[in-house]
Nanobody, 119 residues
Framework: QVQLVESGGGLVQPGGSLRLSCAASGFTFSTAPMNWYRQAPGNERELVATVTPAAGGTKYADSVKGRFTISRDNSKNTVYLEMNSLTPEDTAVYYC????????????WGQGTQVTVSS
């Protein structure tokens, strides 16, 4: 049974930091590109960051570049999102995603964790 379980969300003041974690099970984590998405009320889901299976490459949305860092620990089947210099515009539900487009392909999602940036 595939599971992606996010944790680490919460309420933080503007300028603060949070670290999200996503623990994966039920598939070969080390072969999966991993993504963090977010969705704010009334907005479409937005791709925030991506890390390749061997953690050799990362990509970020322009809105978070220089503030967020995605990383993974394949020995722990876990992907992280370190978020710094948070602003109210970062308020959203953050989702962990595992997606492999080559055979055998898959597309798995976590349940999401709420991040609220407010004073």
């Amino acid at each position: 049974q595939v599971q992606l379980v996010e944790s680490g969300g919460g309420l933080v003041q503007p300028g603060g930091s949070l670290r999200l974690s996503c623990a994966a099970s039920g598939f070969t984590f080390s072969t999966a590109p991993m993504n963090w998405y977010r969705q704010a009320p009334g907005n479409e889901r937005e791709l925030v960051a991506t890390v390749t299976p061997a953690a050799g490459g990362t990509k970020y949305a322009d809105s978070v570049k220089g503030r967020f860092t995605i990383s993974r620990d394949n020995s722990k089947n876990t992907v992280y999102l370190e978020m710094n210099s948070l602003t109210p515009e970062d308020t959203a539900v953050y989702y962990c995603n595992a997606r492999r487009i080559y055979y055998p392909s898959f597309d798995y999602w976590g349940q999401g964790t709420q991040v609220t940036v407010s004073s």
